[in-house]
């Protein structure tokens, strides 16, 4: 079945960068039909859609995070990866990968079980 | 402030019928499908709703999504102790060229 896995610092200071890789099993992130994508929800608060990245490596991002955030994809390990730059206390979030299907229109079907960043120094 | 606007709280008794409106704009719910999310506490959002009306397998059919123009609306019928949880609607934006979301309905069973 697929399954997605976020993992990286649970603790990045301000200014510094956040990075996190999400693990895809069950399913390539090669298929040609799938935008692996990222969202976060800070504490209490609601869903933010970050980004996407196609396996040929054409991107999307919100236009909000845009000059701070890149994502990019390895498909020898199945996995993707966020970064964000210069975050500060407002990027305190939990970050969930997610597969996005804009091609079918189908949504984002499957969700990793989501990990929590918290900025502080 | 979210691009797609919903009520932040809705509620009802075991057995009623709770609807849920997401209200957007041309640009996105106008001209695009409408996605509906339920998060239960403490965990990952689970996909409840695609293309305004279709449900997932597995997924209930006491759950029901429609669209009208730029707005759209989730409806649970006979309502459950399990779906206390946090509803989102979400869209393709063509302005934003991105993804967007409502602020979440928390649905609170009586």
């Known amino acids: 079945q697929v399954q997605l896995q976020e993992s990286g610092p649970g603790l990045v200071k301000p200014s510094e960068t956040l990075s996190l890789t999400c693990t895809v099993s069950?399913?390539?992130?090669?298929?040609?039909?799938?935008?692996w994508s990222w969202i976060r929800q800070p504490p209490g608060k609601g869903l933010e859609w970050i980004g996407y990245?196609?396996?040929?490596?054409?991107?999307s991002y919100n236009p909000s995070l845009k000059s701070r955030v890149s994502i990019s994809v390895d498909t020898s390990k199945n996995q993707f990866s966020l970064k964000l730059t210069s975050v500060t206390a407002a990027d305190t979030a939990v970050y969930y990968c997610?597969?996005?299907?804009?091609?079918?229109?189908?949504?984002?079907?499957?969700w990793g079980q989501g990990t929590l960043v918290t900025v502080s120094s | 402030q979210s691009v797609l606007t919903q009520p932040p709280s809705a509620s009802g008794t075991p057995g009623q019928r709770v609807t849920i409106s997401c209200s957007g704009s041309n640009s996105n719910i106008g001209s695009n499908y409408v996605y509906w999310y339920q998060q239960l506490p403490g965990t990952a959002p689970k996909l409840l709703i695609y293309r305004n009306n279709q449900r997932p397998s597995g997924v209930p059919d006491r759950f029901s999504g429609s669209k009208s123009g730029t707005s759209a609306s989730l409806a649970i019928s006979g309502l459950r102790s399990e779906d206390e949880a946090d509803y989102y609607c979400a869209a393709w934006d063509d302005s934003l060229s991105g993804r967007v979301f409502g602020g979440g309905t928390k649905v609170t069973v009586l």
């Open positions: 990245i196609y396996y040929r490596g054409t991107t």
């Open positions: 069950g399913v390539s992130v090669r298929s040609g039909t799938y935008y």
């Open positions: 997610a597969r996005d299907n804009l091609d079918t229109a189908t949504g984002f079907d499957y």
